[in-house]
């Protein structure tokens, strides 16, 4: 199954076509094959072809989008760091998001500073790391003192 996944990946991804709803799950298998790159790419396009911001596609599509590019280890580790944050900075700002998709957007800005901490030891990134994942903990209705 994989290989057809990939095969129809690279057809998606060069033709520029396809239904969202399908390119989406199309995506999902792919990660869950460790075929991020092309589930990555396959998002991509699902992006391009749904612009209804008020739907849960739109929404579903730009947080896998930003997990799939934090995670694609082809990607050089700080372009594809800043380039997920980004992301997860214009989704949090949207009002439709729901609060489990906060709280999880929250978590993955957590991780993602912790990656940079990890990789480049700048202890503001660690720092930023801890607040990101308070902040998702406390969207999730639990505070900490």
């Known amino acids: 199954m994989a290989a057809t996944d990939i095969i129809l990946a690279q057809s998606v991804i060069s033709n520029r076509s396809g ?8 995506a999902h298998q792919l990660h869950e094959d460790n075929n991020t790159t092309y589930a990555r790419q396959v998002l991509t396009v699902a992006e391009e072809l749904h612009c209804d911001e008020h739907d849960a596609l739109w929404f579903d599509i730009k947080h896998k989008l930003a997990l799939y590019t934090y995670k694609d280890q082809d990607q050089p580790l700080a372009d594809r760091l800043t380039e997920s944050e980004n992301r997860l900075k214009k989704l949090l700002k949207h009002s439709g998001l729901s609060q489990k998709m906060r ?28 607040s990101f994942y308070a902040q998702g ?3 999730g209705g639990v505070a900490l003192d």
């Open 19 to 26: 239904d969202p709803t399908s390119l989406f799950k199309l």
């Open 137 to 139: 903990v406390e969207c």
């Open 103 to 130: 709280q999880d957007c929250l978590g993955m800005r957590g991780g993602i500073n912790k990656e940079r901490w990890r990789s480049f030891g700048n202890r503001a990134h660690l720092e930023a790391s801890v």
